[in-house]
């Protein structure tokens, strides 16, 4: 199939690209389709279901969330870990002088 695209109008060139873009849909699913396939197919010559392989932990990996450190007093159901970002509600009892102490579990 050719394309004179010089001679196309915006129109024309419009709807192409939209059917194009709705073509390489497809064909990334029907990829990824065909790329589980062929890995389950893998995982199940080696004796495993791909699903058991995908859950496991990653080496060194705890798993498992980690159990709180600080809790909201205004609302217990809000706590954190002490890892990653401080929510928000910390942050802004921190910025009105409260100490972090104040949180502890």
């Not at 058991?52 to 159990?67: D, I, Q, S, W």
């Amino acid at each position: 199939m050719e394309f004179k695209l010089d001679e196309m109008s915006r129109s024309d060139l419009q709807h192409l690209q939209a059917e194009v873009e709705k073509a390489l849909k497809k064909a990334e699913k029907r990829d990824r389709r065909e790329a589980l396939r062929a890995a389950e197919q893998a995982a199940a010559e080696f004796g495993y279901p791909l699903d058991e392989l995908l859950g496991a932990a990653p080496a060194g990996a705890t798993g498992g969330k980690l159990p709180p450190k600080y809790r909201n007093p205004g609302n217990p159901d809000q706590t954190w870990s002490g890892r990653g970002r401080r929510p928000r509600w910390l942050v802004e009892a921190q910025q009105q002088g409260r100490p972090l102490s104040e949180f502890k579990i």
